[in-house]
């Protein structure tokens, strides 16, 4: 895997009469029996899935879709000051509160500090 997304010689074709069977999502990574290319064929082919995101693949079928599901929204914060003489921790409380259960990116220039939070 390079990461890329591009085509490549170890990529696998999967049908679309698959794809909509099991009702296959973009990420879903998909376990089974392959074949190698045939003559003019460029990629593997998919045989039989066996297994869709490490789950058999009878129980995926009725998985709720991401957009329907409900949202659980932070309620108790995370302090980020944790010594009076620094002020860096208290302004990010102040200016961006963090609350348990979210994720952060810090994207600064290089040698700025993001290290230090």
């Known amino acids: 895997f390079d990461g890329s997304f591009s085509d490549g010689h170890n990529d696998t074709y999967v049908s679309p ?3 909509r069977r099991f009702a296959l999502r973009n ?3 998909v376990t089974g029996q392959v074949r190698s290319p045939k003559d003019q ?3 593997y082919a998919l045989l039989k899935i066996e297994a869709i995101n490490y789950l058999p693949s009878d129980e995926i079928k009725n998985r709720p879709l991401f ?3 409900t949202p659980l929204f932070p309620d108790e914060p995370i302090k980020l000051e944790y010594e009076p003489t620094k002020v860096t921790g208290r302004m990010l409380d102040l200016f961006s509160p963090v609350g348990k259960g979210q994720r952060a990116l810090i994207v600064a220039p290089p040698r700025t500090g ?3 939070l």
């Open 17 to 19: 009469s698959q794809i």
């Open 27 to 29: 990420g879903d990574i």
């Open 41 to 43: 064929e460029k990629y």
């Open 67 to 69: 957009d329907n599901l």
């Open 114 to 116: 993001k290290t230090e």
